[in-house]
């Protein structure tokens, strides 16, 4: 069912919804808190808390015995990851692996890829991606003697261009990891039609996807995009700390996963080194139940394409101030509503705290894109401000945030 607060043309998600997230009535001197720190994690709903909370006080156990609370415990997670294949698309459930973060599934599927290259095999990578789909595939790949190949995005626009890849791709590539969409400005390229490129010109190679920052904005269909690996993390979607990592099960079945003797054998139980967070889990799959409760997210990317447009367009009035990264209100649908801004004169943690002091929660530095900010020439400015909005977030709050950035604008950072 669709929520009030959702339904209907593209409105102000104000009532309902706000009330089901407690952080969101925080107050800061006496305003009300504006929390545009959702691309380092999402704010909570009522429901997640409530749900980890009854799994520790009723059916806290280990997986595999022959108790209540153990087979409970089974149940949540056989239950989460059917949800979870059913949010990604994934043909099976088992195709769906849990672990403590992204980094850490990432860092153990590339020492198992790596297992398969040689000296002379190509390893394709992005300067656009969070740090987390570069270095574990580097590393990877020099433990292998492969060679690895950047693909570079156009700093005029923060895009990756296919004939960028097309330059790369030959008979010898065996990997490629690329973003889904930016963490840092926002940026989502075109995911399906760099797969297709990958198929027609390397055939043999692999793709993992890093969906982490697209996943809280937008549908995801892994079967659609036909990509062979995609990672995400439930703390960007309203979830708790949990990393979920999608893999063909082909692949997963075929891989020799780095694990200790008397563990699972197949997938996904060959994949989950120790001991999972079964209360995370739980949470997860409440996560999942609250997205579905207000829509989805065919609904939720409906409502924030007016947020990115609203924001692009208000943005023009605040001088000197530039948003890197597409800015075009007319291509709202290339790019979450993620923006990452400098202002003339403003060192990016400087202005991160006046903001803050008035309520507005913003980050400020490279956020593990250390690239990103490197090719844009940033690195000594402090990296980016960046403000995300989510779709708990108001039409007001993004006229607050740009009425607050105009006047910071012209008063100066001597004030």
């Known amino acids: 069912m669709t929520s009030p607060a959702l339904a209907g043309a593209l409105s102000v998600p104000h009532g309902e919804l706000r009330a089901l997230f407690p952080s969101l009535g925080q107050q800061v001197d006496g305003r009300d808190a504006v929390f545009l720190d959702g691309p380092g994690g999402t704010q909570v709903p009522l429901s997640v808390m409530e749900a980890m909370s009854a799994y520790l006080s009723r059916d806290n156990a280990n997986t595999g015995g022959s108790f209540i609370t153990s087979q409970r415990t089974d149940a949540a997670v056989a239950s989460a990851r059917a949800e979870t294949a059913r949010f990604l698309n994934a043909a099976r459930s088992e195709e769906i692996v849990f672990g403590q973060n992204s980094t850490s599934l990432w860092f153990a599927l590339s020492r198992a890829l790596a297992r398969t290259w040689r000296a002379g095999d190509e390893i394709i990578v992005t300067s656009l991606d969070h740090d987390a789909n570069i270095t574990p595939w580097t590393l990877a790949a020099r433990d292998a003697g492969a060679t690895v190949r950047t693909w570079e995005f156009r700093t005029e626009d923060c895009t990756l261009r296919l004939e960028g890849l097309d330059a790369l791709l030959t008979d010898r590539t065996r990997h490629i990891a690329f973003t889904h969409a930016s963490n840092a400005v926002g940026t989502i390229p075109d995911v399906a039609g760099a797969i297709r490129r990958v198929r027609a010109k390397s055939p043999g190679a692999t793709v993992f996807i890093d969906a982490v920052h697209h996943t809280p904005h937008n549908p995801v269909d892994v079967r659609a995009l036909d990509c062979d690996f995609l990672g995400c993390s439930a703390y960007k979607f309203c979830g708790p700390h949990l990393g979920i990592l999608y893999?063909?099960?082909?692949?997963?079945?075929?891989?020799?996963?780095?694990?200790?003797?008397?563990?699972?054998?197949?997938?996904?139980?060959?994949?989950?080194?120790?001991?999972?967070?079964?209360?995370?889990?739980?949470?997860?799959?409440?996560?999942?139940?609250?997205?579905?409760?207000?829509?989805?997210?065919?609904?939720?990317?409906?409502?924030?394409?007016?947020?990115?447009?609203?924001?692009?367009?208000?943005?023009?009035?605040?001088?000197?101030?530039?948003?890197?990264?597409?800015?075009?209100?007319?291509?709202?649908?290339?790019?979450?509503?993620?923006?990452?801004?400098?202002?003339?004169?403003?060192?990016?943690?400087?202005?991160?705290?006046?903001?803050?002091?008035?309520?507005?929660?913003v980050w400020d530095g490279h956020f593990y894109a250390v690239d990103v900010i490197d090719?844009?020439?940033?690195?000594?400015?402090?990296?980016?401000?960046?403000?995300?909005?989510?779709?708990?977030?108001?039409?007001?709050?993004?006229?607050?945030?740009?009425g607050a950035l105009k006047e910071l604008a012209e008063r100066g950072p001597a004030a």
């Open 247 to 361: 893999g063909k099960y082909e692949h997963l079945d075929r891989l020799e996963a780095y694990k200790v003797r008397p563990s699972y054998a197949k997938p996904p139980g060959k994949w989950e080194t120790g001991t999972q967070s079964f209360e995370s889990i739980s949470g997860l799959r409440a996560a999942l139940a609250y997205l579905e409760s207000v829509g989805g997210m065919e609904r939720i990317h409906e409502y924030e394409l007016g947020l990115v447009r609203a924001f692009l367009e208000q943005a023009r009035a605040v001088p000197d101030l530039t948003i890197h990264g597409l800015t075009d209100p007319a291509r709202a649908g290339e790019r979450t509503p993620t923006f990452g801004v400098t202002l003339e004169g403003w060192n990016a943690s400087a202005l991160a705290a006046q903001l803050g002091a008035q309520g507005i929660f």
């Open 375 to 402: 090719r844009l020439g940033l690195k000594d400015r402090g990296g980016l401000v960046r403000i995300g909005f989510a779709h708990y977030n108001t039409h007001e709050e993004v006229t607050r945030t740009i």
